[in-house]
């Protein structure tokens, strides 16, 4: 019996990533991304990364300036869908760096592939 027919094609999990560094021009990024992504099956029940959710943070514009001139800073998230292949959006391309960098991390394989063995 094929493990792979017991899986549906709706199927996903969540992937939580640390430290995931793209790549640009063959050239490995110094910062690393941190957040979730929904890894979801495709036909072939191989994955794929359906939405990334990535941790920051932005300027608390309701807060008293600090003594040193800045504004304190608010957690906040970023969702990034997957985009259409026409989307050239800041937001598209850097859907596609860290999707490219998830699916060369070897730990987001082990993870969809534990799934699927568990279905």
Known sequence: ??????????????????????TIGGVRLDNGFFGTAELAADPGYEFYVRSIVLNGTVPDKLARPT??????RKNVVAVL???????????????????????????????????????
């Open 1 to 22: 019996m094929n493990v792979h027919a017991q899986i549906s094609d709706q199927h996903s999990i969540t992937y939580h990533f640390e430290d995931v560094r793209p």
């Open 67 to 72: 003594l040193f001139g800045g504004r304190p």
């Open 81 to 119: 869908t997957r985009p259409e292949k026409s989307d050239a959006s800041p937001e598209a391309v850097l859907f596609r760096l860290i999707e490219n960098a998830i699916y060369e991390d070897s730990d987001a394989a082990e993870v969809w592939q534990a799934e699927v063995e568990a279905a």
